[in-house]
């Protein structure tokens, strides 16, 4: 209990108190009561707000992603057809990886003269600046997280799958439903549990979403690219505004907090 | 007196204060006995670096040896992080009260910063003794609230290397106005280069690119100074003008493929394999990587940005290269200190003319080193400009936005509001 309030509670409390303040980060003598006036700056600050909107178009869009091809790929394994143990370790490698490392892949692979680019002049189509121009460097991004996360929710559903009772499939089959209608209206409804605990881990996820971030676009090209974490991160050590990231990381708290909140409720509600 | 017994009776009657006026006397090797007797090291040094590439290590470890073989000095370690990280991690270890004891310090927006957390000791009564006299100018550069509080070990310029096949091959010559080097782009293209290849992924090349053109759109030299100080604001004509500089290369086709996403190790790459005619910015920190990567086997030399009309003479962006501070924590200030003053030491700065570095001073006999880039660069730096912002939020609005307007997605008036903006 009481490494865990040293380990875990006693930072948390920190930044929250941090927060409130006005700090460079190096004396602690130095540090300024501000009341809530870091919270009133960052309602006015642009970077900030554009940092929370892409955010949540991150969460929004690898989340979508993840889910529909985790649950495919989760499919495709558990119906066992050929090549899909192949899917299965193809789908879960990534997930070994470092952030750090996968950011470093895709920034290879898609840079100037990265294979992607060599690829696409063998085609004789233009290289494409992914890293320069704003919404291929978000798009490039939301490539490399789907890439490393997606065999994490295809585990999920295929831990899910493996407890769905086969005669429900089977008399849907036997009513004359199509692979569609058995997947629509049998399988989906037996998964909308998962479904709903694992689009609410993505988001808990997706909200300190950093490493990927920070090494493949550095939030950039201008700022299109910055999320909540390096904006903080930049707030915290480019700056020395400690005081206004403690405000920062204390929202991302908040923000984690509400979506494991809303996990328990939705996982609380299916088992009740 | 034991040397316990000695450190305490010199530290008791400030016997080490007089001992720097006396190494100031008497010069570099004198000065250095002095000091280590006043306050021995009490243990390895440590010093932290980012510059782990190119040929900085090796002066790093030439000093080092030179130290080490001292009679009575304690070891050197010197830890390299990548510059990423490098600022994060010494704030962290100066807020943690440990810090190294000697670091290289950044010029920009984080030396006040740390100056401004009283984390740096001034050195201004140690400057005068036992160093080389540095560069007034560069000096002048580095006071803030009245003191210095870092000692540079190098300058550079920044300016445009060019390979002499590929101009040749395209029959273009050096330009000499702004419209002549946007013009060489297509012919170089038709002879098969890319033309101008810039690191902009790297963040403070693009800063570099705006500076570059606020050295000839800044007749009075100190624009950005006034700026900081609040006297103009930073959407003056100049800093327009300069921005408007930038948008016009940009729009001319003068960068090559890959645009923002290039950063130094592709363009030292491309330009190695001959693939790009140019780079910028090439500095001495930049002439190893070149020769490591093409094996010495291309040819090349180095222009200034043209002034724009061409009316004026070239000038190149420079400043300090490498300075070092220390810190106010640290254990063994003053063996830091002359460990700076064995850098700096008459033997040091050959280590570094050998290696194609200007050092901060003019006591170095830079005519020792007579090949043609290292000529020409210290050439370039009788006239260079500074290249600072030290505002850190000013400095970032200026790389991000000039990012921007280097891909065509932002005005040079957007640019300065940007500026302006972020000053407050």
Known sequence: ?272 | MSEIDRRRFLRLTGLGVAGMGLGSGLGTGLGRGVYASAAPATGDLEMWSWNGDGTYPEIHQAARAQWEAADDANGLRVTYTDFGQYVTRLKTVLAGGVPPDLVQMPWAGEYHDIIDANQLLALDDVIGAGFPALFQPIMDSLVYNDKTWAIPLDVNTLTIGYNLVAFEEAGVEVPTSLDELIAIAEPLRAAGYEPLGVSAKDGWPMGDLWFAQVAYTDQSGDAIRRAERGEISWDDDVFVAAAANVEKMAKGGLFAEGGSANDTATIVGQFATERFAMMYPVGNFLTGLIDQTSGGEVAYDLFAFPSPDGSQDSISTGGVAEMFSVPMNGENAEAAIELMRTFLSPEGLVELVDRDFIPATGDADTAANDDPIYVKMTSFQENAQTRVIYDPEVYAALTNEMTSLYNGDSTPDDVVKALADAAG
Not at chain 1, 53 to 62: G, N, S, W
Not at chain 1, 192 to 200: E, K, Q
């Open chain 1, 1 to 272: 209990m009481l490494l865990f309030i040293v380990i875990l509670l006693v930072p948390v409390v920190a930044v929250i108190v941090l927060g409130f303040s006005g700090w460079t980060g190096f004396d602690l003598q130095q540090i300024r009561w501000e009341g809530a006036r870091n919270y009133w700056e960052l309602t006015k600050d642009s970077f900030f707000l554009a940092a929370f909107r892409h955010t949540v178009v991150l969460i929004a869009a690898t989340a979508l992603l993840m889910n529909a091809l985790g649950l495919a790929a989760a499919m495709v394994v558990n119906s066992r057809v050929r090549g899909s143990e192949f899917l299965r370790i193809a789908m879960f490698l990534p997930l070994g990886l470092s952030p750090i490392i996968t950011a470093v892949i895709w920034q290879r692979m898609l840079g100037p003269f990265g294979i992607v680019n060599e690829a696409l002049g063998w085609f004789g189509i233009s290289p494409v600046d992914f890293f320069g121009q704003p919404r291929m460097a978000f798009i490039a991004l939301i490539a490399a997280y789907v890439w490393q996360y997606a065999g994490y929710n295809m585990l999920l559903y295929y831990a899910a799958l493996q407890s769905l009772p086969t005669e429900r499939v089977e008399a849907a089959a036997v009513d004359g439903a199509s692979k569609w209608g058995q997947f629509r209206h049998v399988v989906l409804p037996y998964l909308r549990p998962v479904v709903a605990v694992v689009v609410i881990l993505n988001l808990i996820g997706g909200w300190k979403i950093f490493d990927i971030v920070y090494v493949l676009t550095g939030g950039g090209p201008n700022r299109a690219t910055d999320v909540l974490a390096t904006y903080l991160y930049e707030q915290s050590f480019t700056f020395s505004n400690v005081g206004y990231a403690s405000a920062i990381a204390t929202i991302i708290i908040g923000l984690a907090v509400v979506s494991s909140l809303t996990r328990r409720a939705v996982a609380g509600s299916d088992t009740a």
